[in-house]
């Protein structure tokens, strides 16, 4: 690794795989150990991406059983490093995982397990930004956010979101307006959610590993 992926570092939040609690929303039309290997196989392909993508240091955080097969699987793709998820809320867990980073590293960039549309050009995009902005966002397209990015701590953007909504890009575009922060927002690229979204999958697993 050169010296300037050195100084990114690449975070992923993943779930340990426990049927009924993982993929809730897919439960309608999968089975939940269905929906269970459709979580695994996504953590593994997210984290095969930014291995791939080689610009820094790879990083997952878990929430549940860290000793779970599925992240001793992670581990076999490369240098990664396991930490554990800390917070009573989503906003409250991202913002400590992305401060330790901080502490760590120039730029963070950090990912949900959830887009496996998201590949190296994106993460590409998503560091460019971040020598003119302050904050980079991956717009979702239910709403949320696929990739949030920072230079420096932007501890209120994670400041009462309503997590899960539809709203959460926007209440958090809000709140960093209201700081003055400059953001970048990406292309919007789709969460595997729901069971409308499965097609989505299928037609990218067909086409292969290929993220260009």
């Not at 080689?54 to 779970?68: F, K, M, Q, S, T």
């Not at 989503?90 to 330790?100: F, I, Q, S, T, V």
């Not at 539809?166 to 809000?174: C, D, G, H, K, P």
Request: with cysteine.
């Amino acid at each position: 690794m050169d010296p300037v992926a050195e100084r990114v570092v690449l975070q992923q939040f993943a779930k340990a795989p426990e049927p009924g609690r993982v993929k809730t929303r897919m439960l309608s039309q999968l089975s939940a150990a269905e929906a269970c290997a459709l979580h695994s196989e996504l953590v593994l392909w997210t984290c095969e991406t930014l291995f791939e993508s080689a610009l820094g240091a790879v990083e997952l955080w878990v929430a549940g059983d860290a000793g779970h097969a599925l992240f001793r699987d992670c581990t076999s793709l490369g240098q990664l490093v396991l930490r554990q998820q800390a917070g009573a809320d989503l906003g409250e867990r991202m913002r400590h995982a992305l401060n330790d980073g901080l502490a760590r590293a120039d730029r963070v960039l950090l990912v949900g397990s959830d887009c496996p549309g998201l590949g190296g050009r994106y993460l590409q995009q998503a560091l460019a930004a971040l020598d003119a902005a302050d904050l980079v966002l991956g717009p979702a397209l239910d709403g949320g956010y696929v990739l949030i990015g920072a230079k420096r701590p932007v501890d209120a953007v994670f400041d009462g979101v309503d997590w899960g909504s539809s709203r959460v890009l926007a209440e958090t575009l809000a709140r960093a307006q209201a700081e003055r922060l400059a953001v970048t927002r990406l292309q919007p690229l789709q969460d595997i959610d729901r069971p409308g979204d499965l097609p989505h999958w299928q037609a990218l697993r067909q086409q292969g590993r290929v993220r260009r």
